[in-house]
């Protein structure tokens, strides 16, 4: 765990890749991509099983430990309307009677636009980005988004907690760590671009630049580096 203090705000970076947002008792996750594999499989691709159940129980962990009262997630719960599968929305249905108190908000991404919502019956408050969850908070206030907004945005309507990116950090050689990769937080001005939460998800390097913090993801801590070939 790494405590920042980004906005006027203090988040806690997790190794499970979430944010622990302790004012608002909330636990921060992005891109989940659950029944990817079913969808997968659907398409005739041979994967392994068992990545949806992974995430939740892993998902279930961090809510538990923190005593959460809200579960935002920045878009694509879902990865395809072929993965809904029966055991994909069991494995949903059982988490949720798991934390029946739990207040959950999606922000729709992309790609739950095309799998569809999530059943009502899950009890999921559903958002189109932006959207702000704290009406009290003194402007301009925290951002909820999938999408990041453009790099060199004003941070005049709000600082951003988004997706999408699946973001990614190329370590420098001079660290000893060679040309190692890892799964990051990205923190700019206007916005802080989370790493997939999904395990089977893939990531993509980023390019930060040298006014940006990065935080890199390892199996049991985070870390603040600087990225091998930060630009200007």
Known sequence: MLSVAHANE???LLHERAIWWERLRAVVVADLHLGKGDAFRAGGVPVPDGATHADLARLSAVVERFDAECLFILGDLFHARSGNTRATLGALSDWRRRH????????????????????????????????????????????????????????????????????????????????????????????????????????????????DRVFAVGPDCVAEVRPAFAIA
């Open 10 to 12: 203090e988040f806690l």
């Open 100 to 211: 029946p108190h739990l207040h959950v908000s999606l922000v729709r991404g992309n790609h739950d636009l095309r799998a569809g919502d999530p059943p009502a019956s899950l009890g999921i408050e559903l958002l189109d980005a932006p959207a702000r969850v704290d009406p009290d908070a003194p402007a301009p206030g925290i951002l909820l988004a999938h999408e990041p907004p453009e790099p060199g945005a004003s941070d005049a309507a709000g600082f951003t907690l988004c997706g999408h990116l699946h973001p990614a950090v190329s370590l420098s050689h001079a660290s000893g760590l060679g040309g190692l990769r890892a799964p990051c937080f990205w923190f700019s001005p206007a916005r802080a671009v989370l790493p997939a939460f999904g395990s089977f998800t893939g990531s993509a390097a980023i390019r930060p630049t040298r006014r």
